[in-house]
């Protein structure tokens, strides 16, 4: 059974820089048909998608936020990653890695790490 | 981009009841649309694909209908494990939205 697992620190000081890691368990990241995402959700507030990558490291960003966020993936460690920079207590949320289904005529986020907190605090 | 707009915001309903929640979006976006169950403090869970497509495991009283601009999600007789948040999403031109959520309680 596939599951992914996100990483990262819980604490990030404004204007620093967030890294966070999904290691996916149970399957291999290279995958076809697959990407893989992050998506967010602040507190009490609903869910935006941040970035989709390919494990050929072919990659989409929201672009609302698409100038501070950069995602890679590491086939070896069957691992993709967040980098998000310049963070403000906006960007405080749970983070969630989730495959991102892409076959012909069907796109959703079908399976999802369990989240981790972030809070963007000084 | 394109704007969802979901309604109810909240619904108050009662175990064995019907329910219909709304998905609208600005812009036709065909069948790219996807419904998601929301439990407090857990990763949303994909429900329903293609605007009609269950997935693999949840129960047949949901259902999807809608192409184009207009999309509802049905439960068909609520059982008490289905009082959560639910979230449509779209897909258009390389970008994914969430509609605000609707948060199912029980009457």
């Known amino acids: 059974q596939l599951q992914l697992q996100e990483s990262g620190p819980g604490l990030v000081k404004p204007s620093e820089t967030l890294f966070l890691t999904c290691t996916v368990f149970?399957?291999?990241?290279?995958?076809?048909?697959?990407?893989w995402a992050w998506i967010r959700q602040p507190p009490g507030k609903g869910l935006e998608w941040i970035g989709s990558?390919?494990?050929?490291?072919?990659?989409f960003n929201n672009p609302s936020l698409k100038s501070r966020v950069t995602i890679s993936v590491d086939t070896s460690k069957n691992q993709f990653s967040l980098k998000m920079r310049s963070l403000t207590a906006a960007d405080t949320a749970v983070y969630y890695c989730?495959?991102?289904?892409?076959?012909?005529?069907?796109?959703?986020?079908?399976?999802w790490g369990q989240g981790t907190m972030v809070t963007v605090t000084s | 981009d394109i704007q969802m707009t979901q309604s109810p915001s909240t619904l108050s309903a009662s175990v064995g009841d019907r329910v219909t929640i709304t998905c609208r979006t600005s812009?036709?976006?065909?069948?790219?649309l996807a419904w998601y169950q929301q439990k407090p403090g857990k990763a949303p869970k994909l429900l329903i694909s293609?605007?009609?497509s269950l997935e693999s495991g949840v129960p047949s009283r949901f259902s999807g209908s809608g192409s184009g601009t207009d999309f509802t999600l049905t439960i068909s007789s609520l059982q008490p494990d289905d009082f959560a948040t639910y979230y449509c999403?779209?897909?258009?031109?390389?970008?994914?939205?969430f509609g605000q959520g609707t948060k199912l309680e029980i009457k």
């Open positions: 990558i390919h494990y050929t490291a072919n990659t």
């Open positions: 989730a495959r991102h289904r892409r076959q012909q005529l069907d796109d959703a986020f079908d399976v």
């Open positions: 812009q036709t976006i065909s069948s790219w």
């Open positions: 149970g399957g291999p990241i290279s995958s076809r048909g697959y990407y």
């Open positions: 999403q779209q897909y258009n031109s390389y970008s994914y939205t």
């Open positions: 293609k605007a009609s």
